[in-house]
């Protein structure tokens, strides 16, 4: 076993290692010529602290605005550079990440009532244009599945799950060809655990690839 | 106070960063967070190279990587990673065998892989194991047992008579 695992390992290799090590080296530079000058200039070495402080404080304001308990995740699987324009108006760019400049993904913002939305003790999916009662489907344990390929040929498989308190959905794309392309996931993630219909939802469709 | 030159540098990266580099691979599965772990447990190196014992760097640099793996993990942002990513990107280079067993280790949790790529790949023991990963060393044998079990059962399914 430890043969075969170290030959099969030592076969894969960073892709941009020139790309990465240039990056430390600016970065050592920097922090090397930030050492002399703090030695020599102590008043310099405060003035960094107190901006230091200052952008920590804004991080830690911004993640206390964010609704943590809600997993808003846009995820990429193939990294192949094609743009995606939804019947909504949305779009999303997938990019071939061999390039080092490029970012993983780009997109609009997520909109929550995409999908579905709570009306008094009711969930309600709207979206189809309609208004369907889908409370019956929708559990910690079951989902409503709903499918439609829209003008860009992308298929587009969309879950919704939970109970009114903490209803979700997973909207799974797949292109022409049935290949799995990306997803958007709208749901409310408790202690880090996927809730179990949405891992159902997952598996229905074959992409379950674990926590 | 210490100063990692540029060629020191050059030489940590040249020695350990593959390293690095596997390990988070097997920990994430995403060859791009991989990438991303590597910058970050080398910055981290810069950042604490006045407090870093340079005499076992790779321990250092596991650690860190671990550490970030773990909050890469946590983070809000987490994405879910499609495991046939790293055997398409090494279709030309994996034969067979090397192809079966990348995939099937892929399907295992993480708390197996981890534990399978410390013990088979950087060949530590059990108690170095259950340091870096704060754990304890029963831990480790259980996982590193119940691991190896799942990843036979895996590649049996693939129809690989490899043991």
Same mark, same amino acid.
């Given at each position: 076993?430890?043969?075969?695992?170290?030959?099969?390992?030592?076969?894969?290799?960073?892709?941009?290692?020139?790309?990465?090590?240039e990056?430390?080296?600016?970065? !050592?530079?920097?922090? !090397?010529?930030?050492?002399?000058?703090?030695?020599?200039? $102590?008043?310099?070495?405060? *003035?960094?602290?107190?901006?230091?402080?200052?952008?920590?404080?804004?991080?830690?304001?911004?993640?206390?605005?964010?609704?943590?308990?809600?997993?808003?995740?846009?995820?990429?699987?193939?990294?192949?550079?094609?743009?995606?324009?939804?019947?909504?108006?949305?779009?999303?760019?997938?990019i071939?990440?061999?390039?080092?400049?490029?970012?993983?993904?780009?997109?609009?913002?997520?909109?929550?009532?995409?999908?579905?939305?709570?009306?008094g003790?009711?969930?309600?999916?709207?979206?189809?244009?309609?208004?369907?009662?889908?409370?019956?489907?929708?559990?910690?344990?079951?989902?409503?599945?709903?499918?439609?390929t829209?003008?860009?040929?992308?298929?587009?498989?969309?879950?919704?799950?939970?109970?009114?308190?903490?209803?979700?959905?997973?909207?799974?794309?797949?292109?022409?060809?049935?290949?799995?392309?990306?997803?958007?996931?709208?749901?409310?993630?408790?202690?880090?655990k996927? $809730?179990? @219909?949405?891992? %159902?939802?997952? %598996?229905?469709?074959?992409?379950?690839?674990?926590? | 106070?210490?100063?990692?030159?540029?060629?020191?540098?050059?030489?940590?990266?040249?020695?350990?960063?593959?390293?690095?580099?596997?390990?988070?691979?097997?920990?994430?599965?995403?060859?791009?967070?991989?990438?991303?772990?590597?910058?970050? *447990?080398?910055?981290?190196?810069?950042?604490?190279?006045?407090?870093?014992?340079?005499?076992n760097?790779?321990? @250092?640099?596991?650690?860190?990587?671990? !550490?970030?793996?773990?909050?890469?993990?946590?983070?809000?942002?987490?994405?879910?990673?499609?495991?046939?990513?790293?055997t398409?990107?090494?279709?030309?280079?994996?034969?067979?065998?090397?192809?079966?067993?990348?995939?099937?280790?892929?399907?295992?949790?993480q708390?197996?892989?981890?534990?399978?790529?410390?013990?088979?790949?950087?060949?530590?023991?059990?108690?170095?194991?259950?340091?870096?990963?704060?754990?304890?060393?029963?831990?480790?044998?259980?996982?590193?047992t119940?691991?190896?079990?799942?990843?036979?059962?895996?590649?049996?399914?693939? !129809?690989?008579?490899?043991?």
């Amino acid at each position: 076993m430890k043969e075969i695992y170290k030959k099969t390992f030592d076969k894969l290799h960073i892709s941009n290692d020139s790309d990465i090590l240039e990056t430390l080296i600016e970065k !050592n530079s920097e922090i !090397n010529n930030n050492k002399k000058i703090y030695s020599y200039k $102590p008043k310099r070495r405060h *003035a960094y602290i107190k901006r230091a402080l200052a952008i920590t404080c804004a991080v830690i304001a911004l993640i206390m605005v964010v609704p943590y308990t809600r997993k808003n995740v846009l995820a990429t699987i193939k990294y192949i550079y094609r743009e995606l324009i939804f019947d909504n108006g949305e779009s999303m760019t997938l990019i071939d990440e061999a390039d080092a400049t490029a970012v993983g993904m780009t997109s609009t913002s997520l909109d929550e009532n995409k999908w579905c939305m709570v009306n008094g003790d009711k969930i309600i999916f709207i979206g189809d244009g309609k208004s369907t009662d889908i409370t019956a489907y929708c559990s910690d344990k079951s989902f409503y599945r709903y499918e439609k390929t829209d003008s860009s040929s992308i298929t587009h498989i969309v879950f919704i799950g939970g109970d009114i308190h903490n209803v979700g959905w997973a909207e799974f794309l797949f292109d022409e060809n049935g290949n799995y392309l990306t997803n958007m996931l709208n749901i409310k993630v408790e202690n880090e655990k996927d $809730p179990e @219909w949405f891992i %159902k939802a997952e %598996k229905s469709i074959n992409v379950y690839y674990g926590e | 106070m210490i100063t990692i030159t540029k060629e020191e540098l050059c030489s940590f990266y040249e020695q350990h960063s593959s390293s690095i580099y596997r390990l988070a691979l097997s920990y994430t599965r995403s060859i791009h967070d991989a990438e991303d772990i590597v910058q970050q *447990a080398f910055t981290k190196l810069l950042i604490y190279q006045d407090t870093i014992d340079l005499s076992n760097i790779k321990g @250092w640099l596991i650690k860190v990587a671990i !550490n970030e793996c773990h909050n890469l993990n946590k983070s809000f942002w987490k994405s879910k990673c499609y495991i046939g990513e790293i055997t398409e990107h090494m279709a030309q280079q994996l034969d067979k065998e090397e192809n079966d067993l990348l995939t099937s280790l892929m399907k295992l949790p993480q708390k197996y892989r981890i534990i399978i790529h410390l013990y088979y790949y950087e060949e530590l023991s059990y108690r170095e194991i259950a340091e870096q990963l704060n754990i304890k060393e029963s831990t480790v044998s259980m996982r590193l047992t119940r691991g190896r079990d799942k990843l036979k059962k895996l590649l049996k399914t693939l !129809n690989n008579d490899y043991q």
